[in-house]
């Protein structure tokens, strides 16, 4: 089982849809969470730290379950510059600097 | 401009012919790392630096080598190339402690014939 799962996808969604992904962790002892953004053939780019209070920047919102171990990510009214590969990444309490990423899904806004 | 900065972007080579890729970065973050991205498994870390002179092994680190004798440049070797390490390989830097302060370098993607 991969420590980080995700829905490859491809989520294929019209401008000004909402889409949400989810993404599960499988070791408890997984204490930051965070959001990526990659876009084909670029280098993954931050796109939101998740809090355990949930948090919001524009139209995005991330939450997290930490019972059930699994994190979101919510991207309202969809623009065609949304579309890429989101990456769930989650970092162990004592692994310094050290991230395990979720191998990705891949979003598509059609006009 | 705070930037990774890695050389080559793109390699052809051929099984056995030792080759590095150079990364450098101009933050002066402690932590550096490698990783390599394959279709369907995501970004898997090849080896990790926590400051000048402190280097190990990420979670596939067979084939590759690294140094780290300067705080801005974390170089990847690898000695003899083997076809599955075709890939795409991005080099990474970060303050220590500060994970969400992570940028990633542009890539190289690495074809081993």
């Known amino acids: 089982r991969k420590e980080v799962e995700q829905d490859p996808g491809p989520f294929n969604v019209p401008e000004g849809a909402t889409v949400a992904f989810n993404c599960t962790y499988s070791?408890?002892?997984?204490?930051?969470f965070f959001w990526y953004r990659q876009d084909c053939r670029k280098e993954p780019k931050l796109l939101m730290s998740v809090y355990s209070s949930g948090n919001e920047d524009g139209r995005f919102t991330a939450q997290l379950n930490r019972a059930s171990q699994y994190i979101s990510l919510l991207i309202r009214d969809s623009k065609l510059s949304d579309s890429a590969t989101y990456l769930c990444?989650?970092?162990?309490?004592?692994?310094?600097?050290?991230?395990?990423f979720g191998g990705g899904t891949r979003l598509m806004v059609k006009p | 401009e705070a930037q990774v900065t890695q050389n080559p972007r793109y390699l052809i080579t051929v099984t056995g012919k030792k080759l590095t890729v150079t990364c450098s970065q101009n933050m002066n973050h402690e932590y550096m790392s490698w990783y390599r991205q394959d279709p369907g498994l995501g970004l898997r870390q090849i080896y990790y630096?926590?400051?000048?002179?402190?280097?190990d092994k990420g979670d596939v680190p067979e084939g590759y080598k690294v140094s780290r004798k300067e705080k801005r440049n974390f170089p990847l070797i690898l000695e003899s190339p083997s076809p599955n390490q075709t890939s795409l390989y991005f080099c990474?830097?970060?303050?220590?402690?500060?994970?969400?302060?992570?940028?990633f370098g542009p890539g190289t993607r690495l074809t081993v014939l």
């Open positions: 070791n408890s002892a997984s204490q930051s």
């Open positions: 990444v989650v970092k162990l309490d004592n692994a310094g600097n050290m991230l395990t």
């Open positions: 630096s926590m400051n000048v002179e402190v280097t």
């Open positions: 990474a830097s970060s303050l220590l402690g500060q994970p969400d302060t992570q940028y």
